[in-house]
């Protein structure tokens, strides 16, 4: 019997979770899973694993390995980038688990793609976190942990803004807990660690359930009194692939 990953801040309606990830390599898709080694059920309801071949789907295993995170990868770790090149087939693994009340569908999606590397995997690609992920890595951050380590599965990213010495803050991931991301504009250099603290507490909060209500107020004390949380965007935003909670600065700031 394996450990329930539970929702201990569960509430409906708050959205419905998606997961897509890449294994590049000649995975064995026949091969057995044993529940006990890698902590899964297998693919969760409401997901797919489909096997693309370059000779038959080129554009789908090379579409992966184009723009401007693979051109950072090549320029960053070539010989990894190389053993993804050299791959001529991947697995995609995609779509809406159709039980969210716990955090079960991740944990089975979590061990199946450990299983996947195991058997022919090279590389594990999340594009909903931007993350070309090496075997070990996946092991070592999101596997050995043995529970849901939300913080792990999203990140933040920051952008400058047009006015100097701000920064966007912003995440992508939330949408494998069917909760919005989060963004946070014209953050000043003596805000940032505050806005870290703040964006980690939202994403452990949402990743196990909870709903953030339109104008929820934020009381941090490293931050200004008055902060108001409110929803905006879309799943096809291309800046989170995912709607997102715009969080606002009191007027007075």
């Not at 660690?193 to 709903?211: K, P, S, T």
């Amino acid at each position: 019997m394996l450990k329930d990953w539970t929702r201990s801040f569960y509430q409906p309606n708050g959205g419905d979770p998606f997961l897509f990830y890449v294994v590049y390599g000649s995975v064995d898709l026949a091969a057995p899973l044993s529940p006990d080694t890698y902590r899964s059920n297998g693919l969760p309801d409401g997901l797919e694993a489909m096997r693309y071949t370059a000779d038959e789907h080129a554009d789908v295993v090379s579409g992966f390995r184009e723009g401007y995170l693979w051109e950072q990868l090549l320029r960053d770790e070539p010989a990894f980038a190389s053993q993804i090149a050299s791959a001529g087939e991947c697995v995609v693994l995609r779509g809406a688990p159709s039980d969210s009340q716990s955090l079960n569908y991740l944990r089975d999606t979590v061990g199946l793609l450990i299983h996947f590397l195991d058997h022919g995997g090279v590389c594990i690609y999340d594009p909903q976190m931007f993350q070309w992920w090496k075997p070990e890595d996946w092991r070592k951050r999101i596997f050995e942990p043995a529970g849901p380590v939300p913080r792990h599965h999203v990140v933040i990213l920051t952008s400058d803004e047009d006015t100097d010495q701000r920064t966007w803050f912003h995440t992508r991931g939330m949408r494998k807990f069917g909760r919005p991301d989060l963004s946070l504009h014209e953050v000043a250099p003596s805000s940032h660690a505050a806005v870290i603290d703040l964006f980690n507490r939202f994403i452990e909060h949402q990743a196990f359930g909870a709903v953030v209500p339109e104008g929820q107020s934020i009381r941090i004390a490293s931050l200004p009194h008055g902060m108001t949380c409110h929803h905006a965007g879309s799943l096809e935003d291309p800046d989170f692939n995912n709607v997102h909670l715009e969080i606002r600065w009191p007027a007075e700031a």
